[in-house]
C-alpha cells in the first residue's frame, strides 16, 4: 500500500490513528476530576506534540540514519519561522504559504551550512554545527534586528501590507488560516464529564506531520536510505568501493534542514510569533533528546520521544507542591511530609532534573532508546530468547535492487 | 594606543577564562580521548563553591543587644558571625572579607572528590563507545548538576564579591609612562590573569618536569605501549581527569567576583570552550592555551565601538566565525596533533 511494505504501512495507519483520535486519547480524565491536569488534550499541547514530533522526525535522518550528530539544528527551525513570519506579514495570513516558504528557505540555509560542516566528521562536524548555530542566534538577537525583531521577535500586525489579503475589517485581528478557516477555531465536544477539543490547527499539522512521517518511511527504505546506513556503518569502507559519500550525506543534512523548517513554519502557523531562543543551542540540544530518548535510527522512537519530553514540559512542571500534598492526603502527616520532600525536587521546576536522569539512563543502559527498552520487557514476558537477527527488519533489510 | 592596549588588557582577561576551561577540557580529551560536555559543570560546581564558602564563614549568631533599640522600642538583634566570636571581630571580618579566595581550599577536596566520582562513576565506562555517546551522556549529566546547582540554590545570580583591597581599579597607564587616568582596569581582573598564569605554569611544569607528567604524557602518545611497560596508566589517567576538574573549579571559584555566579554559567561557557579547544586543536595544551587567549582578544578587539560600527554586531559572533574559518583552512586547528579524532 502507498508503495510501503505491509509492516510499513502498518505502523503509518497506527500514527494516523495516534494522530487523528489525539483528542480523545489524550484526555482520559473527566474535566473535574483531580487527575485532570495529566490530560494533555488541549490545542496547544496537541500541536506541539506532531511539531516537534516532525523535528525529531527530521533530525533522525540524519543523526539516527546517517550517523553525523548535529548540534545546531534549531537554527534551522529558526529560520524557517522566521521565513514563515515574512510570509504571513508581507503575502498572506493563509498558513499554506508560509510553511511552503519555511521549507524552502530554510532547505537553502541548510544546503549552505551543511556544504560547509560536512567538510568535517565527529566531533568537529558537532561543533561546526554548534558555532553555526549559535552564530544564528546571535545574528537574529542583536545584528538582524530590522529583519528578526531583534530580542522581541516578530509577530504579524493589523499595519502589515499582506498583499493577497482583503483589508481586515473595524477590530479585526491577523489570525493565521486555512483558506479562511482559522487555525484557533475548534470544535468542544462535551460528553458526560469529559471535554473533548477538536482544533483546526492540530489537525492541519497533524496531517503535515503524516505526510513527514510517511517521507520519512519511504526514505528509510529506500536505496538512498540504504547509502546513509551505510555511511553511518562505514564510510572509509563505502569511499573504497568507490562512492563518495559527500552528495548524500548532504542530501540527508538538507532534507534533515527541510523537516526542521517544517516544523518552524508550522509553529508559526498555529501561534503566530518568533522570538530568536527558539534557536538558542539548548533548543538544538531538546531535539537530540527527543530523538535519543525515543530510539535513534528507529521510525517511529524519535516522534515517541519528543511526545514524552513535550508531555514532561508542560504536564510534570505544573505540579506543585500543594498538588503533592493533595495526593498523599491519605497517608500520616510524618511519611506525607517524607514523600513530599523526596519527590518535590523532580517535578514542578525541577523537571529537567527527571529529563537529564532519564536521558542519562537512556544513553548508558538503552543505547536504542525506549522502544528498546519496550522491546526488551515484551521479550521478557513472553520469555523468548532475543529476536532472531535475521528478521530485524532495521539491521538487516530485505535486498534491495541494485544500486548504482 | 591607550585603546588597543586596553582592548589587549581586556582580553587578556576573557581569555584567561576560556584557556583555563579550555586546558581542563584539553587534559581531559588528550590523555582519556574523552569528549566532555560535563566541563562547564565542573567550572560551575567551582564557582558555587565560593558561594558555599562564602556563606559557611558568614554563618551566624543572632543575639539581643539591650544597649540599642529599634524603633520601636525593642532591644536590637544583632548578627554575630560564627568566626568572628571564635577568632576575634577583626581576624573574623577579614576572613569573610577574603571568601573567595580563601574558597580555593574548599574546592580543591571537593573538585578532586567529583572528578574522581565522575570519572571512575561515569566515563570509565565510555572509553570504549562513540563519541556521541560520551557527548550524549555527559550533556545529560550537564543539565543534572545545573538543575542540582538550580535546587539548592535558585536561580538568581548571587554576588559574590572580591576582597575589599581589590575592590577599586588599577591605574594602568601611570605604570606604562602614560597619563594618570588613562588605563584604568578593575584589580581583580589583574589578580584572574595572574591567577590564570599561574595556574597554567603549574599544570605545563607538572606535565613536563615531573615523573608523572613524563608517563601521563607518554601515555597520551601511546597508551598500549606504555601499559605494557607494566604502568597502571588507567590510574594517573584518572588522577588527570581529577586535575582537569580541578583546574576548571578554579577558574570557577577565582571567576565569581567577576561575573555572580548562576546555574547556567557552566552552559554559557561550555559552546564557547568546546570552540576555543577545537580552534587550538583537540588534545593540544598550548593550542588551547593560545586559542583562549588569542580569541579572547579578538573578542575585546570586536566590541570595540569603533569596530562595531563599521561592522555592526561582529562581537556577538566574531568567536564562532573565527572558529569555522580555522577549521576549514586548518582543519587541525592552529596547533592539533595528527590522529587526534580523525576517523
Known amino acids: 500500500m502507498l508503495g510501503l511494505q505491509k509492516k510499513d504501512f502498518a505502523l503509518l495507519m497506527f500514527v494516523a490513528a495516534l494522530t487523528a483520535f489525539a483528542p480523545f486519547l489524550l484526555n482520559p480524565f473527566p474535566v473535574d476530576s483531580a487527575l485532570a491536569q495529566f490530560n494533555a488534550g488541549y490545542p496547544d499541547l496537541m500541536q506541539r506534540f506532531v511539531i516537534f514530533g516532525i523535528f525529531a522526525v527530521g533530525f533522525n535522518i540524519l543523526f539516527g540514519l546517517t550517523g553525523y550528530l548535529s548540534f545546531g539544528h534549531a537554527a534551522f527551525l529558526g529560520v524557517g519561522s522566521y521565513a514563515a513570519i515574512w510570509s504571513m506579514k508581507l503575502m498572506t495570513m493563509n498558513v499554506i504559504p508560509a510553511i511552503i516558504l519555511a521549507v524552502i528557505v530554510a532547505g537553502l540555509f541548510s544546503l549552505f551550512v551543511g556544504w560547509i560542516s560536512l567538510r568535517r566528521s565527529g566531533i568537529y562536524f558537532s561543533i561546526l554545527t554548534l558555532a553555526f548555530a549559535q552564530m544564528s542566534f546571535a545574528l537574529a538577537y542583536s545584528v538582524l534586528t530590522p529583519i528578526t525583531g531583534g530580542e522581541t521577535g516578530l509577530q504579524p500586525k493589523v499595519a502589515d501590507p499582506r498583499i493577497f489579503d482583503a483589508a481586515l475589517g473595524d477590530g479585526e485581528l491577523p489570525a493565521a488560516n486555512l483558506f479562511g478557516l482559522t487555525m484557533k477555531s475548534s470544535y468542544e465536544l462535551n460528553i458526560g464529564g469529559w471535554l473533548f477539543t477538536f482544533n483546526a490547527g492540530y489537525y492541519v499539522a497533524a496531517i503535515v506531520m503524516l505526510l513527514a512521517f510517511y517521507m520519512a518511511i519511504r526514505i528509510f527504505r529506500s536505496p538512498f536510505g540504504m547509502m546513509l546506513r551505510a555511511i553511518k556503518t562505514n564510510q572509509t569502507r563505502m569511499n573504497y568501493t568507490g562512492l563518495n559519500p559527500k552528495p548524500y550525506t548532504l542530501a540527508a543534512f538538507v532534507i534533515s534542514g527541510m523537516y526542521a523548517g517544517l516544523a518552524g513554519g508550522l509553529m508559526v502557523a498555529m501561534d503566530t510569533q518568533v522570538g530568536p531562543e527558539r534557536m538558542f543551542w539548548t533548543a538544538s540540544g531538546e531535539v537530540v533528546l527527543m530523538t535519543i530518548l525515543g530510539g535513534a535510527g528507529t521510525l517511529i522512537g524519535p516522534v515517541l520521544g519528543a511526545g514524552m519530553i513535550k508531555y514532561m514540559e508542560n504536564i510534570i512542571s505544573k505540579i506543585n507542591e500543594g498538588v503533592l500534598y493533595e495526593w498523599f492526603a491519605f497517608l500520616p502527616e510524618s511519611l506525607q511530609d517524607l514523600l513530599v520532600t523526596i519527590i518535590y525536587p523532580f517535578i514542578g521546576k525541577g523537571w529537567h532534573l527527571t529529563l537529564g536522569i532519564v536521558f542519562m539512563l537512556v544513553v548508558i543502559f538503552l543505547p536504542g532508546g525506549l522502544l528498546e527498552g519496550g522491546e526488551r520487557i515484551r521479550n521478557m514476558l513472553s520469555r523468548k530468547k532475543k529476536a532472531d537477527p535475521g528478521k530485524d527488519p532495521e539491521h538487516h533489510p530485505k535486498p534491495s535492487p541494485h544500486v548504482a | ?343
Open chain 2, 1 to 343: 594606543m591607550e585603546a588597543i592596549l586596553l582592548q589587549i588588557l581586556n582580553g587578556l582577561d576573557k581569555g584567561s577564562a576560556y584557556a583555563l576551561i579550555a586546558l581542563g577540557l584539553t587534559l581531559i580529551f588528550g590523555t582519556l580521548g574523552v569528549v566532555n560536555f560535563a566541563h562547564g559543570a565542573l567550572f560551575m560546581i567551582g564557582a558555587f563553591c565560593a558561594v558555599i564558602f562564602s556563606r559557611i564563614l558568614s554563618l551566624s549568631t543572632v543575639t539581643e543587644d539591650p544597649t540599642r533599640k529599634d524603633f520601636l522600642g525593642n532591644p536590637l538583634k544583632i548578627e554575630t558571625p560564627y568566626v568572628e566570636s571564635w577568632f576575634g571581630p577583626e581576624l573574623g571580618s577579614v576572613l569573610i572579607n577574603w571568601s573567595v579566595p580563601l574558597s580555593i581550599i574548599l574546592a580543591i577536596p571537593v573538585m578532586i572528590l567529583v572528578g574522581l566520582a565522575m570519572e571512575r562513576g561515569l566515563i570509565k565506562y565510555f572509553y570504549k563507545r562513540p563519541h556521541a555517546d560520551q557527548i550524549l551522556v555527559t550533556f545529560g549529566l550537564a543539565i543534572v548538576l545545573q538543575e542540582i546547582i538550580k535546587y539548592f540554590f535558585g536561580a538568581n545570580p548571587i554576588p559574590t564579591p572580591a576582597p575589599d583591597v581589590f575592590a577599586g581599579s588599577f591605574d594602568f597607564g601611570a605604570l606604562i609612562g602614560l597619563e594618570a587616568g588613562q588605563i584604568i582596569y578593575p584589580y581583580w581582573r589583574l589578580v584572574y590573569f595572574a591567577f590564570a598564569a599561574a595556574i597554567i605554569a603549574a599544570v605545563f611544569s607538572f606535565l613536563q618536569f615531573t615523573t608523572f607528567g613524563m608517563v601521563v604524557r607518554a601515555g597520551m602518545a601511546d597508551r598500549e605501549t606504555v601499559g605494557l611497560l607494566g604502568i597502571n596508566i588507567d590510574k594517573r589517567f584518572t588522577i588527570m581527569f581529577a586535575i582537569a576538574a580541578v583546574v576548571a573549579g578554579l577558574a570557577g571559584v577565582m571567576y565569581t567576583p567577576i561575573n555572580s555566579p548562576n546555574y547556567h554559567m557552566g552552559m554559557d561557557f561550555l559552546v564557547l570552550s568546546f570552540v576555543v579547544v577545537v580552534v587550538g586543536g583537540m588534545g593540544s595544551l598550548p593550542g588551547a592555551v593560545l586559542a583562549g587567549f588569542l580569541l579572547g582578544i579578538l573578542e575585546s578587539f570586536a566590541s570595540m565601538a569603533q569596530v562595531l560600527s563599521v561592522v555592526p554586531g561582529i562581537n556577538q559572533i566574531i568567536i564562532y566565525l573565527v572558529a569555522i574559518v580555522i577549521l576549514l583552512t586548518r582543519p587541525r586547528g592552529l596547533m592539533g596533533r595528527k590522529g587526534v579524532m580523525e576517523e
